[in-house]
């Protein structure tokens, strides 16, 4: 194998087992820094000495031996934790005489833990929503600083900075390893899909750059979702989350056309969409309801994705159903953006003028001041209404506010046919 191909290798080998590796340092530890310190140790050796000894057959278990043993040199050199020393040394021991494979490996209980806990304590709300975002990628998606920077646009030093103050915070604030129990078990579970959604739109609908969609972020974030999904399989909230994901990802092709420029969705072609995805979403979404979780938020979206997914034309979407499940998640969780959607919504089960009436009540919305989807929306109801000129200040104006190439793009492109149709309409009698 050459040098090249045992990076590659080096690389993808990385991407599985890192979130396993830090994740049982960390139990050991109890200190995340310094699992993944450890972690990083080990994959600069496996860099060095796998290029010239060969890739080892189980790789996941030799990275997590050499990071064992710079842990007990770590200790040793500080002689500090002595217990720990003692136990890290007999597991290590335990390890090398039982020769683990690495199927074996990933099929045990203790992993699967470990991941959990590696997963609520990167979510955890000591840390702000950023830093969460971003310490998850990097301990649970395996991505490197400057990989989340450039998904993100920001400087790979910003990026930098969040990582280290977040394994600070957390190392400072004392938080546990472990997964909570009882009542705080939801509010901290919720901190988790946030993060996974967040990651998930951001990859799904850019806010800003130069492209539609960033898949890479959506695929993370719905394998993460799908890992939880497997470790705990009777949270609906969780099953939900991953439906909405399925669902909204067997779009991704249609969602584009041939020079990336986005196609919105009552106008994609439907054969394009992902049957197997579509499948998964909607077995996801039975398991939830089946385990009660039908009015959970992520439940509801995924509801109204299922809605959008079983209509094989745009014409046989249940639309009334559709608002109606806005109605229902507007008053589980009051948003105006879930209100601006809900008007969409009506406006296509009973008629433009219903949906403006609902979006015009909107307008002095101060969270939505400066988001683009208000008189986007509004613009595009405008023109079902032949209000023509209105409708051009609106894309306009939207796309003003928007910070993603495309997306202004497509809406300056709706202003300048709102223009020519306005022209058009006033035929040979001029104004």
């Known amino acids: 194998m050459s040098a090249t191909d045992t990076h590659r290798t080096i690389d993808a080998v990385w991407r599985i087992e890192s979130p396993r590796l830090i994740a049982g340092l960390a139990r050991m530890l109890h200190d995340v820094g310094l699992a993944e310190d450890l972690a990083q140790d080990a994959l600069v050796i496996a860099l060095e000495q796998w290029p010239r000894i060969g890739v080892p057959d189980n790789p996941g278990a030799w990275l ?15 002689k500090l934790l002595e217990r720990k020393h003692v136990e890290l040394m007999h597991e290590l021991e335990r390890e090398q005489e039982q020769q683990v494979s690495a199927t074996e490996a990933s099929l045990d209980d203790p992993v699967g833990d470990d991941l959990l806990r590696l997963m609520f304590t990167a979510c955890h709300p000591v840390l702000t929503l950023d830093a969460r975002v971003a310490l998850t990628l990097r301990l649970l998606g395996g991505l490197t600083t400057v990989e989340i920077a450039r998904a993100f646009l920001v400087p790979e030093a910003t990026i930098a900075q969040r990582i280290v103050r977040a ?10 390893f472990e997964v909570p129990r009882g009542e705080a078990l939801a509010e901290r579970l919720s901190s988790v899909l946030g993060v996974i959604y967040l990651v998930f739109n951001e990859g799904y609908s850019a806010t800003a750059g130069d492209d539609w969609m960033r898949p ?14 497997g470790l705990m399989p009777r949270e609906p909230e969780v099953l939900g989350l991953v439906a909405l994901m399925e669902l909204q990802s067997s779009r991704t092709r249609a969602r584009t056309g041939p020079d990336g420029e986005p196609v919105l969705l009552l106008a994609q072609n439907r054969a394009h969409w992902d049957r197997l995805l579509i499948n998964r979403g909607l077995a996801a979404l039975e398991r939830a309801e089946k385990l009660g979780g039908a009015l959970g938020p992520y439940a509801l979206q995924a509801a109204i994705a299922a809605c959008h997914a079983r209509a094989l034309t745009a014409e046989e979407t249940d639309w009334p159903r559709i608002a109606a499940l806005y109605a229902t998640l507007g008053l589980l969780t009051p948003s105006p953006v879930i209100e601006l959607n809900r008007a969409v919504a009506l406006s296509m089960a009973s008629g433009p003028a219903a949906g403006l009436e609902l979006v015009d009540r909107l307008r002095d919305e101060p969270s939505l001041a400066s988001y683009h ?6 613009g595009d109801l405008l023109v079902k209404l ?13 796309a003003a506010l928007t910070r ?12 300048r046919t709102c223009l020519d149709t306005q022209g058009d309409s006033r035929g040979p009698h001029g104004n």
Do not use: H, Y
């Open 216 to 229: 890479a972020l959506g695929n993370e974030a719905l394998r993460l979702g799908r890992v939880l999904a």
């Open 167 to 176: 394994k600070r915070n957390l190392t400072k604030a004392q938080v546990p």
């Open 64 to 78: 997590m031996t050499t990071a064992k043993r710079r842990a007990i040199d770590r200790l040793r050199r500080s």
């Open 386 to 398: 032949d209000r023509f000129g209105e409708a051009r200040v609106e894309f306009e104006r939207a």
């Open 373 to 378: 989807l208000l008189p986007a929306v509004r």
């Open 404 to 415: 993603n190439t495309r997306e202004r793009d497509l809406l300056l492109e709706r202003a």
